[in-house]
């Protein structure tokens, strides 16, 4: 069981992530690949992944295990990582006391292999390689399908923002999925431990994961910045997990209309099915279909919520509006 003890200053101070994160990404995504739970959300994405990993991402496992503590330095809660570069060179820089004290803790518990001593004293050589197999990971079995995964992180924060919009910071807590329990002050959550978070004002960080299973997670250190990663649902269409392909591309053959427009400007700030039939004068049917067009060009991505299906324009859906808008005379 996982419980965070929240102040009122807390409470305030509690923000949800501005997009996926690429090294959460990653470390969760290594840590599920080696897992055999999850068949319908990454079953498809395990067996497509697998044979593809390059060598070099022999460091990973060991530092990733499926269960078990892992090294917070895998996870900067500093530094620029708005890019997979830049997130990668914030993780390589991490000071050599960082990395100390994260290996050594993680050491106790279970044994590390032997060039881990090499990255625990900060050896530029070793962080090099690590940040390396990090950079290939991403390219070969995430980057195909990052796209999918940001639209998923990104109708997430849609939904959250829909939950404080509707019930305060609490509802937020509170909205967090049947994994969490919010008793005012404290949240709870599954968790394959027990581990007490104290946040003593310094607000909390949520954030939204596409391969964060089953449980949510923090880091082990409760001295660094707060941050609560949480799973997100997935698309039924997500466990078919093939790359992008031209199909994707063809599918914005069929975009034209004005209905169909209508739902993709609605759908930038989020909306359900119900409120797009409301909106538009059409019936449940319909908008089913508008969206499901618009799913697979890759302009809006659908979450689900207590029951609903909640429709939100991707990254690529808000581009083209935009242009469309700059067009207009």
Same mark, same amino acid.
């Given at each position: 069981?996982?419980?965070?003890?929240?102040?009122?200053?807390?409470?305030?101070?509690?923000?949800?992530?501005?997009?996926?994160?690429?090294?959460?990404?990653?470390?969760?995504? !290594?840590?599920?690949?080696?897992? @055999?739970?999850?068949?319908?959300? *990454?079953?498809?994405?395990?067996?497509?992944? #697998?044979?593809?990993?390059?060598?070099?991402?022999?460091?990973?496992?060991?530092?990733?295990?499926?269960? #078990?503590?892992?090294?917070? *330095?895998?996870?900067?809660?500093?530094?620029?990582?708005?890019?997979?570069?830049?997130? $990668?060179?914030?993780? $390589?820089? =991490?000071?050599?006391? @960082?990395?100390?004290?994260?290996?050594? /803790? $993680?050491?106790a518990v279970r044994r590390l292999p032997s060039w881990t001593r090499s990255l625990a004293v900060g050896d530029d050589d070793a962080l090099r390689e690590l940040g390396r197999a990090l950079h290939a990971y991403h390219v070969?079995?995430?980057?195909?399908?990052?796209?999918? %995964?940001?639209?998923? !992180?990104? +109708?997430?924060? %849609?939904?959250?923002?829909?939950?404080?919009?509707?019930?305060?910071?609490? #509802?937020?807590?509170?909205?967090?999925?049947?994994? *969490?329990?919010?008793?005012?002050?404290?949240?709870?959550?599954?968790?394959?431990?027990?581990?007490?978070?104290?946040?003593?004002? /310094?607000?909390? !960080?949520?954030?939204?994961?596409? *391969?964060?299973?089953?449980?949510? %997670?923090?880091?082990?250190?409760? =001295?660094?910045?707060?941050?609560?990663?949480?799973? %997100?649902?997935?698309?039924?269409?997500? =466990?078919?997990?093939?790359?992008?392909?031209?199909?994707?591309?063809?599918?914005?053959?069929?975009?034209?209309?004005?209905?169909?427009?209508?739902?993709?400007?609605? +759908?930038?700030t989020g909306a359900s099915t119900v409120e797009l039939a409301r909106l538009l004068a059409v019936t449940h049917p319909a908008v089913s279909?508008? !969206?499901?067009?618009?799913?697979?060009? #890759?302009?809006?991505? =659908?979450?689900?919520?207590?029951?609903?299906?909640?429709? $939100?324009?991707?990254?690529?859906? /808000?581009?083209?509006?935009?242009?469309?808008?700059?067009?207009?005379?």
């Open positions: 069981m996982l419980r965070v003890y929240f102040t009122p200053e807390d409470l305030a101070r509690v923000r949800v992530a501005p997009g996926a994160d690429y090294l959460w990404e990653i470390s969760n995504s !290594v840590q599920t690949l080696q897992r @055999r739970d999850g068949a319908r959300e *990454f079953g498809a994405w395990r067996r497509w992944a #697998g044979p593809r990993l390059p060598d070099s991402c022999r460091l990973l496992p060991p530092l990733l295990p499926p269960r #078990g503590d892992s090294p917070d *330095f895998l996870t900067p809660t500093h530094g620029d990582c708005a890019t997979l570069q830049a997130a $990668v060179d914030t993780l $390589v820089r =991490t000071p050599p006391p @960082r990395l100390h004290t994260d290996l050594t /803790r $993680v050491a070969e079995v995430l980057a195909p399908f990052w796209q999918r %995964i940001r639209a998923h !992180v990104d +109708a997430d924060r %849609i939904v959250r923002l829909h939950s404080l919009l509707d019930g305060g910071t609490e #509802g937020l807590l509170g909205g967090l999925g049947p994994r *969490f329990r919010w008793r005012a002050p404290v949240l709870e959550a599954d968790y394959p431990v027990d581990h007490t978070l104290r946040l003593d004002g /310094r607000g909390l !960080v949520l954030q939204p994961s596409f *391969f964060c299973w089953p449980t949510p %997670i923090t880091l082990a250190d409760g =001295t660094l910045p707060p941050v609560l990663v949480y799973p %997100i649902d997935h698309a039924p269409d997500w =466990t078919g997990a093939t790359p992008p392909d031209r199909a994707e591309v063809d599918a914005l053959g069929p975009l034209l209309g004005h209905t169909r427009a209508a739902v993709l400007r609605a +759908a930038r279909q508008h !969206v499901k067009v618009l799913r697979a060009a #890759g302009l809006v991505t =659908t979450a689900r919520r207590a029951g609903r299906s909640f429709h $939100v324009a991707t990254a690529e859906g /808000r581009a083209l509006l935009r242009s469309a808008e700059r067009g207009m005379p």
